[in-house]
């Protein structure tokens, strides 16, 4: 039995389509390929250009799972560059972060004449700031943003956690129209979809099947790089409302799932890259590569296959 098919491309009668409709689907917080210390582009590019064949929705450039903290913001340009060039019209996502508003607000108005979809904005880390800080930090960003804010709500990271009744009121911002969703708070997520203004992608990829169940838009994932088609397959499933075949599909997916955070991302993940040739297993400091424990866990999954 074959997944249904995605839509076909509206009439050119029809309107044109929301940002929020942009934010659906499977979405990949692409890693950053390194060799010898530098930036890879020839396998970033690569890496791109395959995914996009799997039929991903979009990417997120220079995210936690891009390693993002360990570039300049030189390298970050040159990042979203290189995927820019090789999504050739996918939707495509940009990472920023900080701690001091000015610097932050400086790296969104660089990005003003870019075709971007969107940045992808947490709450500064380190600071912890009040709900009313928190609401400040993200107006303020969106107010200065040329395009929509997608909130990075992952408390575990920034140690910031921001509440349901923060979310909705940010919702109110017309530039602030989704969210990666890293927020462990089943309650949280099901009251953002059920308010229904804001996009809610799951972050937590052991997250995808449920978040997609309550009516989510979809998920920005990192294990996804690997299998992608049946990752996109479960979508479609889940878009037809065909659970058990969503389910069969998502259960064996489940031991990758797991193994992929077994220990800090995106160290199992550059490991089954690398295996399959697409580039080194190489991290930067103070993230290091994948154990020889968890390498053999992952040489032992059944069918791990990228296809």
Same mark, same amino acid.
């Given at each position: 039995?074959?997944?249904?098919? &995605?839509? &076909?491309?509206?009439?050119?009668?029809?309107?044109?389509?929301?940002?929020?409709?942009?934010?659906?689907?499977?979405?990949?917080?692409?890693? *950053?390929?390194?060799? %010898?210390?530098?930036?890879?582009?020839?396998?970033?590019?690569?890496?791109?250009?395959?995914?996009?064949? $799997?039929?991903?929705?979009?990417?997120?450039?220079?995210?936690?799972?891009?390693?993002?903290?360990?570039?300049?913001?030189?390298?970050?340009?040159?990042?979203?560059?290189?995927?820019?060039?090789?999504?050739?019209?996918?939707?495509?996502?940009?990472?920023?972060?900080?701690?001091?508003?000015?610097?932050?607000?400086?790296?969104?108005?660089?990005?003003?004449?870019?075709?971007?979809?969107?940045?992808?904005?947490?709450?500064?880390?380190?600071? #912890?700031?009040?709900?009313?800080?928190?609401?400040?930090?993200?107006?303020?960003?969106?107010?200065?943003?040329?395009?929509?804010?997608?909130?990075? %709500?992952?408390?575990? #990271?920034?140690?910031?956690?921001? *509440?349901?009744? *923060?979310?909705?009121?940010?919702?109110?911002?017309?530039?602030?129209?989704?969210?990666?969703?890293?927020?462990?708070?089943?309650?949280?997520?099901?009251?953002?979809?059920? $308010?229904? #203004?804001?996009?809610?992608?799951?972050?937590?990829?052991?997250?995808?099947?449920?978040?997609?169940?309550?009516?989510?838009?979809?998920?920005?994932?990192?294990?996804?790089?690997?299998?992608?088609?049946?990752?996109?397959?479960?979508?479609?499933?889940?878009?037809?409302?065909?659970?058990?075949?969503?389910?069969?599909?998502?259960?064996?997916?489940?031991?990758?799932?797991?193994?992929?955070?077994?220990?800090?991302?995106?160290?199992?993940?550059?490991?089954?890259?690398?295996?399959?040739?697409?580039?080194?297993?190489?991290?930067?400091?103070?993230?290091?590569?994948?154990?020889?424990?968890?390498?053999?866990?992952?040489?032992?999954?059944?069918?791990?296959?990228?296809?």
């Amino acid at each position: 039995m074959q997944p249904p098919m &995605t839509a &076909t491309a509206a009439p050119a009668a029809a309107a044109a389509p929301t940002h929020r409709s942009v934010f659906r689907g499977l979405w990949i917080a692409l890693v *950053t390929p390194f060799k %010898d210390g530098a930036v890879d582009h020839r396998a970033l590019s690569a890496l791109t250009a395959r995914l996009r064949a $799997d039929g991903v929705s979009g990417f997120v450039a220079c995210g936690s799972t891009g390693e993002a903290a360990a570039l300049d913001k030189a390298e970050q340009l040159q990042v979203l560059h290189t995927v820019l060039q090789a999504a050739q019209g996918l939707p495509v996502v940009m990472g920023v972060s900080g701690y001091h508003q000015g610097e932050v607000l400086a790296q969104v108005r660089a990005l003003a004449d870019m075709p971007l979809a969107g940045i992808l904005v947490s709450a500064p880390p380190y600071i #912890r700031p009040s709900q009313e800080g928190l609401l400040h930090w993200f107006r303020t960003i969106a107010d200065a943003s040329a395009v929509p804010v997608v909130v990075y %709500d992952i408390p575990y #990271r920034t140690g910031a956690t921001l *509440t349901t009744e *923060t979310l909705l009121a940010l919702a109110a911002h017309p530039c602030i129209q989704a969210i990666k969703d890293c927020g462990g708070n089943t309650g949280k997520t099901q009251a953002l979809i059920a $308010d229904g #203004r804001l996009q809610v992608l799951t972050g937590e990829d052991a997250q995808i099947f449920h978040t997609l169940a309550l009516g989510g838009a979809g998920a920005i994932s990192a294990c996804a790089h690997w299998q992608a088609p049946r990752f996109v397959e479960l979508m479609n499933w889940m878009r037809a409302g065909n659970l058990p075949e969503a389910r069969r599909v998502w259960q064996a997916l489940q031991p990758w799932v797991e193994a992929c955070f077994a220990e800090p991302n995106p160290a199992a993940l550059k490991a089954v890259l690398a295996q399959a040739g697409w580039m080194r297993n190489e991290l930067r400091a103070p993230m290091m590569p994948a154990s020889k424990a968890l390498e053999q866990r992952l040489e032992a999954l059944p069918g791990l296959s990228p296809r």
